[in-house]
């Protein structure tokens, strides 16, 4: 373990809240270097397996997620990105040979407690995925979904605010006021994703995890979704993944680097791509693999 780690656990074992204790045990976790802890965590995770059958995908992954940070998953494609994204708001339960191990917690509830409500977690958890993946509805009807099955407007004037502001929030807004009520589907790969950012947006999420949400993107969308993804972590706190080293650079707080399906290096973001702590980190940002 590094010493920024051992302090950070120290720290952290200082001030936790008793109930929060048993989480906070770290083993096996010493093969991830750097700042992997956080005195603000949104979100806990302690060694977390995950395994596809009998092919173990995560190898004993432990890492917080700080309160509106936005920190980039990274690392060469089948390294386990989005297998643990994707353990984060139990997306991984509808892949049926798919068995999550160890503790995901969001402050300091277990998100895998039997009796929690998966439809409620995946609105608290939104996700945007790889390609942009809107209802074939209506652009309005899209946003008003999920506020509509949460209950989370008791009028029409309700609805058409919340629809509104997460198009607002989404960037979207200007390009699409005109045409609420045409077909989703027929706006740009850009602002589809803005529509899908919208519609996580709209059921008032506390975390959003994107996985490389701009991988069907041209450069000007990208740029957008980027920008907006700054505006968002004032509100929310955002996991992204992203193949993309200089996305993470240009939006995230910590980087995390995956290496076969271990968390090896988590650290500040400029850190990562300038004086990275582990071997297996350098040489995938200078290009080694991957
Ligand atoms: N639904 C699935 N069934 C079986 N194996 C899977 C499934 N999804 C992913 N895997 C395997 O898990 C490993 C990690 O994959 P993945 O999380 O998609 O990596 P990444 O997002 O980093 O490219 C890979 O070996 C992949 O083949
Ligand atoms: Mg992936």
Redesign the pocket.
């Known amino acids: 373990m590094t010493q920024l780690a051992s302090a950070d656990k120290k720290k952290r074992a200082n001030t936790a809240k008793p109930t929060a204790m048993k989480s906070l045990e770290v083993e096996g976790h010493e093969a991830t270097v750097g700042k992997v802890f956080t005195d603000n965590p949104k979100m806990t995770m302690r060694n977390v397996n995950v395994y ?1 059958d009998d ?1 173990q ?1 995560i190898h004993d992954v432990s890492i917080d997620i700080a309160k509106n940070e936005v920190i980039a998953m990274i ?1 060469p ?7 643990f994204l994707r353990s984060l708001n139990r997306m991984n339960d509808t ?1 049926d ?2 068995r999550v191990e160890g503790d995901i917690l969001m402050d300091g509830e277990n998100l895998y407690a039997p009796k929690l409500d998966v439809v409620e977690l995946r609105a608290r958890v939104g996700m945007v995925f790889q390609k942009p993946n809107p209802f074939p509805k209506s652009i309005y009807e899209n946003v008003a979904y999920g506020p509509k099955i949460h209950g989370l407007a008791d009028t029409r004037v309700d609805l058409d605010e919340i629809v509104e502001n997460s198009l607002r929030k989404a960037s979207l807004w200007e390009e699409v006021k005109e045409r609420l009520h045409q077909g989703g589907t027929g706006l740009s790969g850009g602002q589809q994703q803005r529509l899908c950012i919208a519609r996580a947006i709209a059921v008032s999420p506390e975390v959003i995890l994107m996985d490389e949400p701009c991988s069907a993107l041209d450069p000007i969308a990208t740029a957008k979704i980027e920008e907006l993804i700054e505006e968002l972590s004032e509100n929310f706190t955002i996991a992204i ?1 992203t193949h993309s080293m200089q996305q993470a650079a240009r939006v995230s707080h910590r980087t995390a680097y ?1 290496h076969l ?1 271990k968390l090896i290096e988590v650290n500040p973001t400029e850190q990562v791509f300038t004086m990275p702590e582990h071997p297996l980190t350098e040489a995938y940002i200078t290009g080694r693999f991957g």
């Open positions: 596809y092919k995908a690392g494609s089948g390294c386990g990105k989005s297998t892949v040979i798919c993944v995956f399906g």
